[in-house]
Nanobody, 122 residues
């Protein structure tokens, strides 16, 4: 599975951005896709996730009410719509996919995108 993110950038507080993550390869094996973020000096944290089967979603408390994760199954693409952005949302955002196809003894397997920078500042 390969993941390519896009859509990051610089935005003022209160603004919006939409991140995209296009998956390719063994996309049939993906059970969950999500967005994580990591600020300098901080651990990587889950922002939102969406399950392939029923489309159910989960959000971090910090994202609830402001961010929306969605998917376009035909395009194998997951989106993260971010509204009412705050300076504390500044981080590198990473797309994640969990694959049920094992790699040797490793199962399930986590795949990561290269990351896209989101900076919220005046």
């Amino acid at each position: 599975v390969q993941l390519v993110e896009s859509g990051g950038g610089l935005v003022q507080p209160g603004g919006s951005l939409r991140l995209s993550c296009a998956a390719s390869g063994s996309t049939f094996s993906i059970s969950v896709m999500g967005w994580y973020r990591q600020a300098p000096g901080q651990h990587r944290e889950l922002v939102a996730s969406i399950r392939s089967g029923d489309g159910s979603t989960d959000y971090a408390d910090s994202a609830k009410g402001r961010f929306t994760i969605s998917r376009d199954s035909a395009k194998n693409t997951v989106y993260l719509q971010m509204n009412s952005l705050k300076p504390e949302d500044t981080a590198s955002y990473y797309c994640n996919a969990v694959s049920t196809v094992c790699l040797g003894p490793v199962c399930p397997v986590n795949y990561w995108g290269q990351g896209t920078q989101v900076t919220v500042s005046k």
